[in-house]
């Protein structure tokens, strides 16, 4: 009686497959787990500020029409005040000349700071809803941006299963699926990782858009006022325009990187797939570096993600 090759062989194959199916469980895991937060994240770009606070009537945002409003009250009176510092800067100005169309100026400058400051609720809202539009148009011609699971990451590591490779039982399948179970813990957790930091990138850019949204009346006020104070509304705009547009800059970074993990790059990364009667440390080695290149091109768009406010702020100048 053999007893290696009657006892420990069968009890090897079986453990392994077992252990096998536990790492495929915990890797098939961590990236619904993914694709759940990454698909959340994707609803909140499409959504307008006031969808992603509840709607009207909301308390969110009921609590934002009331800052607005308090603002408002606060923006009429600091309007009076800064277009008077403008008007005594403009007839003090010994440079220039008082003349008719300078005093017409100065009262268009009042009327359109007037005007901002009363609506300045849709004034800023507009700027959001126009590229939450345009992400809506980006979003209909991309590809999946979650991690297709069956088709590129299964095939490989069934490869390390006993029914698929005969080749693989005893030892070698004990040993090759115990390495298996441990890089999928490390790929899940680094996969759930980079999931919940693109989530929290997508809610922390609504907050401050929502936290934005009342302070228009008062970027509006400041219209009114003299060359230095009328720079509080150009800064004030510019910001606002460059976190309504930095939302399209994380849906880009996210569809881009998506269309490059299913494209040749990451071929080119992992390397060739072996074959179904590989040897088990190619097939594990092969599994590393697929499962390398994926966690690199994810990481790099979670980095993408959390920088899209310095790159978008650096475009809108």
């Not at 929290?200 to 104070?229: C, D, E, Q, W």
């Not at 570096?289 to 978008?312: D, F, M, P, R, Y």
């Amino acid at each position: 009686m053999n007893l290696i090759g009657d006892i420990f062989t069968p009890a090897g194959t079986y453990i392994g497959d077992a252990l096998n199916n536990l790492g495929r469980t915990i890797i098939k895991g961590g990236c619904s787990f993914y694709n759940k937060l990454v698909d959340l994240a994707n609803e909140f770009f499409l959504q307008t500020p006031w969808e992603f606070a509840g709607g009207e009537g909301s308390d969110t945002w009921q609590l934002i029409m009331n800052c607005n409003t308090v603002f408002v009250g606060i923006a009429g009176s600091l309007l009076a005040v800064f277009w008077l510092i403008g008007y005594l800067s403009e007839i003090t100005d010994i440079r220039q000349e008082m003349r008719l169309e300078q005093i017409i100026k100065i009262f268009v400058r009042l009327f359109v700071a007037e005007f901002m400051v009363c609506n300045s609720l849709n004034i800023v809202c507009g700027i959001f809803s126009l590229t939450t539009s345009v992400c809506s148009a980006i979003s209909g011609t991309t590809t999946n941006i979650g991690i297709d699971y069956a088709a590129d990451i299964r095939p490989s590591l069934e490869r390390l299963n006993s029914s698929v490779n005969p080749e693989i039982k005893g030892a070698s399948s004990l040993g090759n699926n115990i390495g298996l179970v441990f890089l999928a813990i490390i790929f899940a957790g680094i996969v759930v990782a980079i999931g919940v930091v693109i989530f929290m990138a997508s809610i922390k850019r609504f907050l401050k858009v929502l936290v934005l949204i009342p302070y228009g009346s008062l970027a509006g006020a400041a219209l009114a006022g003299n060359h230095t104070i009328k720079r509080t509304t150009e800064s004030f705009y510019r910001y606002a325009l460059a976190a309504g547009f930095e939302v399209i800059t994380m849906i880009l970074m996210l569809a881009i990187g998506s269309a490059l993990m299913k494209g040749n790059l990451l071929q080119d990364l992992a390397g060739t797939v072996p074959g179904s009667s590989a040897s088990g440390g190619t097939i594990l080695i092969y599994i590393l570096e697929n499962l390398a290149s994926k966690a690199v091109i994810l990481g790099c768009i979670a980095t993408g993600i959390n920088q899209s406010e310095q790159i978008t702020q650096r475009i809108i100048g």
